[in-house]
T-cell receptor, first 118, second 113 residues
Framework: AQKITQTQPGMFVQEKEAVTLDCTYD???????LFWYKQPSSGEMIFLIY??????QNATEGRYSLNFQKARKSANLVISASQLGDSAMYFC???????????????FGKGTLLTVNP | NAGVTQTPKFQVLKTGQSMTLQCAQD?????MYWYRQDPGMGLRLIYY???????DKGEVPNGYNVSRLNKREFSLRLESAAPSQTSVYFC????????????FGPGTRLTVL
């Protein structure tokens, strides 16, 4: 079963508008973390934002915010005031305990390709 | 401060050839990881090393071996390359295994003919 689901293969947004990229997850680990990474066409993976499962408030980093709804198991990324440079692939990922102990692994979704139109 | 570096950036192999992908980090991180990225699949964990001297299998370890040479370096070896191993390989590191952020290298694009 897929642990991280990103249902939007592609999204379009007008420059300066806000956009929400969806991510749902599935885990039985009570202590988990959720990440969003950006991958521009150049290929590097850029960390954007992190939300811990016990964090009471939604994470924010500049124009990025994470809409964390724990009961619904969703962790949507909101980008405000989109810029042309935001055009990229966006990956949601979950950190969960792996093989017990203190080892963790990241599981990635398949990504959403965001295109910002001028 | 280079962060995470990977060599080579590109490589073409013939089926059956072997090669080692190199990864090094200069952030004094304890944990290191190898992922592969295939079209439409996102990133999948191949192997990881929670700390120097330890390595563990990830989601797709078959056909690969790893070596945590020291705290800085974590190499990935393909003993007998197959076309199914054509992919982009990313190395990453984090302060610890439960860190809130993994830092990624620029990737190695590998083609196996």
């Amino acid at each position: 079963a897929q642990k991280i689901t990103q249902t939007q293969p592609g999204m379009f947004v007008q420059e300066k508008e806000a956009v929400t990229l969806d991510c749902t997850y599935d885990t039985s680990d009570p202590s988990y973390g959720l990440f969003w990474y950006k991958q521009p066409s150049s290929g590097e993976m850029i960390f954007l934002i992190y939300q811990g499962s016990y964090d009471q408030q939604n994470a924010t980093e500049g124009r990025y915010s994470l809409n964390f709804q724990k009961a619904r198991k969703s962790a949507n990324l909101v980008i405000s005031a989109s810029q042309l440079g935001d055009s990229a692939m966006y990956f949601c990922a979950m950190r969960e305990n792996y093989s017990g102990g203190s080892n963790y692994k990241l599981t990635f979704g398949k990504g959403t390709l965001l295109t910002v139109n001028p | 401060n280079a962060g995470v570096t990977q060599t080579p950036k590109f490589q073409v192999l013939k089926t059956g050839q072997s090669m080692t992908l190199q990864c090094a980090q200069d952030m004094n991180h304890n944990s290191m990881y190898w992922y592969r990225q295939d079209p439409g699949m996102g990133l999948r964990l191949i192997y990881y090393s929670a700390s120097e001297g330890t390595t563990d299998k990830g989601e797709v370890p078959n056909g690969y071996n790893v070596s945590r040479l020291n705290k800085r370096e974590f190499s990935l070896r393909l003993e007998s390359a197959a076309p199914s191993q054509t992919s982009v390989y990313f190395c990453a590191s984090s302060i610890s295994g439960d860190a809130s952020e993994q830092f990624f290298g620029p990737g190695t694009r590998l083609t196996v003919l």
